[in-house]
């Protein structure tokens, strides 16, 4: 197993063993994915189109000072009149420019009055071609309107639909499965004893699973610390799922299960212990098919942050979405102290203002470790500091 220098080195080398899910054909629906490129069915504009309200005309219409007669009108949605040997159309903006048209002066350089125009200074001075958007400027019939990978949103279904795209191939959504490992664990109804917790990881990992339409959360289980138990519920996740998700049981301890487990269904360990803190036992591994099996530690910190920084971004890389990558915001911190450490340091922080567009302010958390959900409660998300 080779060792690695951060996340992004061990989640892209994972990244690359894993397998798409299977493609259906279905609606167009706004968080899928899309299999398959989208095609224009024909150029963009379809024809020459104006981009004004205004007046279409020839260039020897705009050197005449005395008013123009208005013959006639072009409406969007109506094949265009012939362009008249003399006098100038109203026109709307995309509607159809008429052949013999080669220029459309817009209402604001224009003195109007019922049936004439007259023009000012500005109108005069227009370019050939001024305020009319060519045919097929955005693209060419057979160009590609949109990319396999693309998840689907309100913009790029309003590319589809504009193509004649409704029934498309879209990647089906990731089947994601949970278990929750510790003996210690116990439902958020019943009341703990003080060596007894109410697991928080299991609803943790299913809220960030939540409201995706491009994923699907198949089953979600507490197990025991129970080597057998713990075979049997990943050999059932792996069957029904395409990524299964693990918290506890990844350490070094006489308990700690998963990585045997793991190896008993089949699955290869791509990395396992990192330079992060926290959540350094963390374990990525891959099944012989390609399928996701994600190993974060226990303690409630570790197991966000490491469902965020490596969970999420691997899922979206089985979903068939091309930019499957973080993208991180860009903060500034207020103040990170004076301590440093050798590690990838995930650290909480709260936002705490804007310092411009596209820019926020942050405030660490403070935190007592791995284990503190008061801070993690407290918090908007995590920074990562680099080592040192």
């Not at 990244?15 to 798409?20: E, F, S």
């Not at 205004?54 to 409406?75: C, F, H, K, N, W």
């Not at 958007?133 to 504009?162: D, P, V, Y």
């Not at 191939?169 to 003080?194: F, H, K, W």
């Amino acid at each position: 197993m080779k060792t690695f220098s951060g996340p992004d080195e061990a989640i892209d080398a994972l990244a690359a063993r894993l397998t798409t899910v299977v493609a259906e054909r279905a609606a167009l629906a706004s968080g899928r994915v899309l299999a398959e490129p989208i095609l224009l069915d024909r150029d963009s504009p379809a024809a020459d189109v104006s981009a004004m309200d205004g007046y279409a005309v020839r260039m020897g219409d705009l050197a005449s000072t005395e008013p123009l007669p208005v013959v006639g009108e072009i409406q969007p949605g109506q094949a265009p009149p012939v362009m008249p040997a003399h006098g100038v159309l109203r026109i709307f903006t995309g509607a159809l420019v008429p052949p013999g048209v080669e220029a459309v002066v817009k209402r604001e350089d224009a003195a109007e009055h019922p049936t004439k125009v007259r023009w000012t200074a500005a109108a005069r001075e227009l370019p050939l071609g001024a305020n009319i958007r060519r045919q097929g400027e955005n693209g060419r019939a057979g160009e590609q309107a949109l990319a396999a990978g693309t998840q689907l949103h309100a913009a790029s279904i309003a590319t589809a639909i504009s193509f004649g795209a409704a029934q498309v191939m879209l990647y089906r959504p990731v089947r994601c499965s949970v278990i929750v490992t510790g003996n210690e664990l116990l439902a958020v109804s019943d009341t703990p004893q003080p060596w007894q917790l109410r697991d928080s990881n299991g609803p943790t990992v299913a809220a960030l699973l939540a409201d995706k339409p491009w994923l699907r959360l198949e089953q979600h289980t507490r197990c025991r610390d129970d080597r057998q138990q713990l075979q049997a519920r990943l050999a059932e996740a792996l069957q029904s799922s395409d990524a299964v998700i693990l918290t506890g049981g990844v350490s070094k301890g006489d308990y700690d299960y998963v990585p045997g487990a793991i190896a008993e269904a089949g699955g290869e360990i791509i990395f396992h212990r990192l330079p992060i803190r926290p959540g350094q036992p963390i374990l990525g591994a891959v099944t012989a098919g390609g399928k996701l099996i994600l190993g974060l530690p226990g303690n409630p910190v570790s197991a966000a942050c490491g469902m965020l920084r490596f969970g999420l971004p691997l899922l979206r890389k089985l979903s068939g979405n091309r930019q499957w990558q973080s993208r991180p915001l860009s903060v500034e911190l207020s103040h990170s102290g004076n301590k440093t450490l050798p590690l990838h340091w995930m650290r909480l922080v709260r936002l705490s203002g804007t310092l411009g567009i596209g820019i926020a302010t942050a405030e660490l958390v403070a935190s007592q470790g791995s284990g503190d959900l008061v801070a993690l409660g407290a918090s908007d998300g995590f920074i990562e500091q680099p080592p040192g």
